[in-house]
């Protein structure tokens, strides 16, 4: 009779599943809802998974052979060019290309270039380098000893270097000179340019324009008069502007 009296009574059983529904109200995320067995979306949902038990896995389908690069097409053979019956290229065809930036001369030191001015031949020479640059002129002239020294030069009592102070050594650099004075603008303005003697390269300082009647029609000449050994007076052909 005390054993049956100090045991428990049993707790009812709507109890203890008021506090299962306690207990899972708490973990509401934890255990979703499972649908009803009997409702259409547990049927769509179990046939679906049916069928992807049954379909095979798809293996991937295999990746294409990469293409091979294009050839670059071949470049056409140059058409060979055909001289003129004179033998001369066509001027389109002959196009020579032009150095127009500085002087390379200006790359060197100057102490180099010093050196350059003094192995000059003859002061005609240095003169013509003088003229292509002014920072040539500008280096000559601060050294006096450079063209004073030179074969041709002959203006000590003046201490300049022109044209006037220089005497032509060469026959080619008589050429040169009338040359130069043919193919100048000044010459076409009727101005005159200097000119040397063909016996002893005498540079003419100036000129003396006349007037003569040829055979035929009039002209305008230049004349220089020369007083060397064997010396004639000069005469030559220009058009007055």
Not at 62 to 76: C, M, Q, R, T, V
Not at 84 to 112: C, D, M, N
Request: proline residues 13%; aromatic residues 10%.
């Amino acid at each position: 009779m005390e054993s049956e009296e100090n045991t428990p009574p049993p707790q009812p059983r709507s109890q203890s599943s008021t506090n299962w529904r306690q207990k899972s109200s708490l973990h509401v995320s934890a255990f979703p809802p499972r649908p009803k067995p009997n409702s259409f979306q547990t049927a769509d949902w179990l046939g679906d998974k049916a069928r992807r038990q049954a379909q095979p896995t798809p293996k991937p389908a295999p990746k294409p052979a990469p293409k091979p690069a294009p050839k670059p097409a071949p470049k056409p053979a140059p058409k060979p060019t055909t001289p003129r019956k004179g033998g001369a290229l066509p001027q389109s065809e002959f196009k020579p290309t032009y150095y127009t930036g500085p002087p390379l001369l200006l790359l060197l030191p100057v102490e180099l270039r010093l050196e350059i001015y003094k192995s000059c031949e003859t002061a005609f020479t240095l003169l013509l380098l003088s003229q292509t640059h002014p920072r040539f002129r500008a280096e000559i002239l601060d050294s006096p000893r450079i063209f004073t020294r030179l074969p041709g030069y002959v203006g000590k009592l003046t201490g300049k270097f022109t044209l006037r102070e220089v005497r032509l050594k060469y026959r080619s650099e008589a050429q040169l000179l009338s040359q130069m004075g043919n193919t100048s603008k000044v010459r076409r303005g009727g101005r005159g340019m200097p000119t040397a003697c063909a016996k002893c390269f005498h540079v003419f300082s100036g000129s003396q324009w006349i007037t003569i009647r040829p055979k035929k029609g009039w002209g305008s000449w230049e004349r220089w008069e020369c007083g060397c050994v064997g010396g004639a007076t000069l005469f030559k052909f220009a058009e007055r502007g």
